[in-house]
């Protein structure tokens, strides 16, 4: 039994060491593994020795719910390979694109459907900004403007169900998987009318070119309802089938990710064809090249978790919380604002599977749902997304426009705004979470 003295000292060399590896820029998954191993290496008597660690790792991501992650991400790669963003986006752009902002939140719309596809929030930037970003800038948009309203749009896509981080959260807490997905619809749908309100104002303060924007339109319009529809038709009803599926009962969550997987294949291939089968080896490499980082810090920090655990951390923390604040909506706060800052210097992954151990007690025993502190979690991390150092949205919009970081922050921070409003509203009226529960 290790005395409390020495578990402090432990807790206290471990966060120093994990700042340090941070500090240094150590990869994460090798940080944590560092951090994992230190408590067993200072007290020989702690139960989490070396052996333990791997023991944990390879164990933690023995998991058949985390299967839908990498089948997600090859999904999302095939369909921007084949096109698919664009064809969802003529759908709503010829609906709505005379209207003020209508191809700007045409893009948000694209976005909020892709995400439904994709499950990753870099994947629907890369995939809905290159196709969309080239046309707005076309039709006079400002180019940082319409990269900045990609960027935050794309964000979208952890909280549109599918989501590759509900289904960490899901591992994490051992909430189900299909209501987290069911709980992410409605917040989704709230972030994207407040960013569609935003666009709309803005595009009326600044101006748009409308008779550039009615000759575009007009081209789709020449090809009538039922040729965009028919053209349009098969990648709309994408999320379609994976949701379904999931919702109906048909296949579980990871059971759809492979569906998905091989609908993305059919309709790439023989339906648009937009795609060469001898494409399909090099779309798998660079799936295995995105999936790999995330697989070595997702054993890391199921590892770094248990050892957390074992030390009685979260059990320390939500005591020093709830001795210190007793207001819930206080707490409450105190966290989101936590959250936001994790979320700025930490990968979604690891936040999640680190700190949902932690904060999960200190919710519960305030009365708040997990699947709704799930949706509040995710949401937080989302705007991590595009708020720097880390901001990866950020950084593959940047890749597209060649528009340094730091000014597509800059204009990105009125959209960020109307992300935080939403989670306030998600934060406390749970009834915009568990509507459909």
Known sequence: MIKKRGINKCQQQSYFTLLYCLIIAIPISIALGIVSVLPGAFDPSFTASGTFVIRSMLGGIDSFPLLAVPMFVLSGMIMAKGGISKKIFDVFAFFIGKLTAGMPCAV????????????????????????????????????????????????LGVIIPPSIPFIMYGMASGESVSDLFMAGVVPGLLIGALLMVYAIYYCKKHGEDKEKIAAEIDQLHAKGFIGVFKESFFAILSPVIILGCIYTGVASPTEAAVISVFYSLVVSLFIYKSMKFKDIWGIMVEGVRTYAPILFILAASIAFSRVLTLMRVPQSISAWILSNFHNKVVILLVINVFLLIVGMVMDTTPAIL???????????AIGMNPIHFGVMMVVNLAIGFVTPPIGVNLFVASSLTDIPVMKIAQKAMPLIVCFLVALLLITFIPQISLAFL
């Open 108 to 155: 948000i719309v694209t976005c909020l459907f892709y995400g439904a596809i994709s499950g990753s929030a870099p994947a629907t930037v890369a995939a809905v900004g290159s196709m969309t970003i080239p046309i707005l800038v076309r039709l006079g948009y400002d180019k940082s403007f319409t990269t900045a309203i990609v960027a935050v749009a794309g964000g």
């Open 354 to 364: 680190i700190l949902t151990p932690i904060l999960l007690p200190i919710v519960t």
